[in-house]
C-alpha cells in the first residue's frame, strides 16, 4: 500500500521560501512509470497542479509559478521536495503531495486541476504565509 506524507511548516512569511517535503512509503520514487507531484489547493478555490518529477527524475513545472518553484527528490530517503521563493499571502493553501499524473508534461498543466489524474495522495498541510 503507497503512503504519502507531507511535513513543512505551516506558518511562512512573506517574501520568504516555502520548503516540503513528502515522504514515500510503499512504493520506490523511482519505479517507472510513476510520476511525483505537488497539488495545493487555496481556500475558497480548486486544486492547482504546481510541480512533479518523474520516476527518472526529470522536473516538470506549471508555467505559472516556474520561476519561483523547484521540484527535487532524495532517493535514499524515498522524499520528494517543493521549495517555493518569495512567497505572498496568494500562496496560502493546503499543500498535497500525490502519485500521478502519468507521463507528465509542463504544457498540459491546466490539465492537472483533475483529482482523477491522481491515484494516491497524502493528507495535506495547510500553509498560511502571513507577517
Known amino acids: 500500500q503507497v503512503q504519502l506524507q507531507e511535513s513543512g511548516p505551516g506558518l511562512v512569511k512573506p517574501s520568504q521560501t516555502l520548503s516540503l517535503t513528502c515522504t514515500v512509503s510503499?512504493?520506490?520514487?523511482?519505479?517507472?512509470?510513476?510520476?511525483w507531484s505537488w497539488v495545493r489547493q487555496p481556500p475558497g478555490k480548486g486544486l492547482e497542479w504546481m510541480a512533479a518529477?518523474?520516476?527518472?527524475?526529470?522536473?516538470y513545472y506549471n508555467p505559472s509559478h516556474k520561476w519561483r518553484t523547484s521540484i527535487a527528490r532524495d532517493t535514499s530517503k524515498n522524499q520528494f521536495s517543493l521549495q517555493l521563493i518569495s512567497v505572498t499571502p496568494e500562496d496560502t493553501a493546503v499543500y498535497y503531495c500525490?502519485?500521478?499524473?502519468?507521463?507528465?508534461?509542463?504544457?498540459?498543466?491546466?490539465?492537472?486541476?483533475?483529482?482523477?489524474?491522481?491515484?494516491?495522495w497524502g493528507q495535506g498541510t495547510q500553509v498560511t504565509v502571513s507577517s
Open positions: 500525490a502519485r500521478g499524473p502519468p507521463k507528465p508534461s509542463s504544457f498540459r498543466s491546466a490539465e492537472y486541476s483533475d483529482r482523477n489524474k491522481y491515484d494516491t
Open positions: 510503499g512504493e520506490a520514487i523511482t519505479a517507472s512509470p510513476f510520476a
Open positions: 518529477i518523474a520516476y527518472d527524475g526529470n522536473p
